[in-house]
C-alpha cells in the first residue's frame, strides 16, 4: 500500500508547489479528473495483484474450509469486505486531500467521494467474484495465479469498469461543474443525477461480480 499510493500521496501534498495555474478553473477540474482516474487505475492494480488470488491462495488446504460448518458465501463476503474497506480509506482520504488542496468546494469533494465508493466497491467485487470463478488451488505463486485467464479477465474488466466510471460518468459531471460553478439548481439536479449513477452502477457491478462468483464458489468442489 505505502508503494502504490505512497507517490501519489507524495504528489498531492506538493500540488500547490507544481507549474500549475490552480487560478484557471477548467485546468483545475482537469487536474482532479487526472487524479481520480491515477487513483482507480492504481486501486485496480492493487487488487488484480493482491485481492484476486485470495481464494486460489487457500490452496490444496481449502478442503478444511469445505467442511467447516460456515457458509461459503461468507467466506466470500469477507473477503470483499476485507478488500473494500481497506482500499476505500486509503482511496477516499486520497482524493479529499487531492480536492482539498485544489481549493474545490465541499459539493464537488462529495461527488468525487462518491464515486470512489462506487469503484472501490466495484472493484473488489470483481477482483473476488472473478477469483471465486477461476480459483487455481494448485499454485501458490500469486504473480502466476494473476498471470492466468482469469488474473487477465480480472484486468480488462476493471479496466473498462475504470473507463466507464471515470470517462463516462464523471468527466462529463466535472467539466458541468467547471463550467457553471457549485451553485444553482441546474448544478444540483446534475449532481443528483451524478450520484445516482455513480451509486447505481457501483451496486450493479458489486451484486452482478459477487452473484457470479458466490454461483461458482458454492458448486466447487474440494
Request: charged share 10%; aromatic share 14%.
Amino acid at each position: 500500500m505505502l508503494i502504490f499510493f505512497g507517490v501519489l500521496g507524495v504528489y498531492v501534498a506538493n500540488i500547490r508547489s507544481l507549474p500549475y495555474n490552480l487560478g484557471i478553473e477548467e485546468a483545475r477540474g482537469g487536474i482532479a479528473l487526472l487524479n481520480l482516474a491515477a487513483t482507480a487505475l492504481v486501486l485496480s492494480t492493487f487488487t488484480g495483484r493482491f485481492i484476486f488470488p485470495l481464494i486460489s491462495l487457500e490452496g490444496k488446504k481449502f478442503w478444511v474450509l469445505g467442511l467447516a460448518p460456515v457458509e461459503r458465501r461468507r467466506i466470500l463476503y469477507g473477503k470483499y469486505f476485507f478488500a473494500f474497506f481497506g482500499s476505500l480509506a486509503v482511496s477516499e482520504a486520497l482524493i479529499i486531500f487531492s480536492d482539498w488542496m485544489l481549493a474545490f468546494p465541499a459539493s464537488v469533494m462529495l461527488g468525487h467521494a462518491v464515486m470512489v465508493l462506487a469503484i472501490c466497491s466495484g472493484l473488489a467485487a470483481v477482483s473476488v467474484g472473478l477469483g471465486a470463478c477461476y480459483p487455481n488451488l494448485k499454485e501458490d505463486n500469486p504473480a502466476r495465479i494473476v498471470a492466468g485467464f482469469g488474473g487477465t479477465l480480472n484486468l480488462i474488466v476493471s479496466m473498462l469498469y475504470i473507463l466507464l466510471m471515470v470517462a463516462g460518468v464523471a468527466m462529463p459531471f466535472q467539466l458541468f461543474a467547471t463550467r457553471h460553478g457549485a451553485a444553482g439548481w441546474a448544478y444540483w439536479r446534475i449532481f443528483g443525477a451524478y450520484v445516482a449513477i455513480s451509486l447505481s452502477l457501483g451496486t450493479l457491478v458489486t451484486v452482478t461480480f459477487l452473484g457470479l462468483g458466490r454461483s461458482r464458489f458454492e458448486k466447487l468442489e474440494f
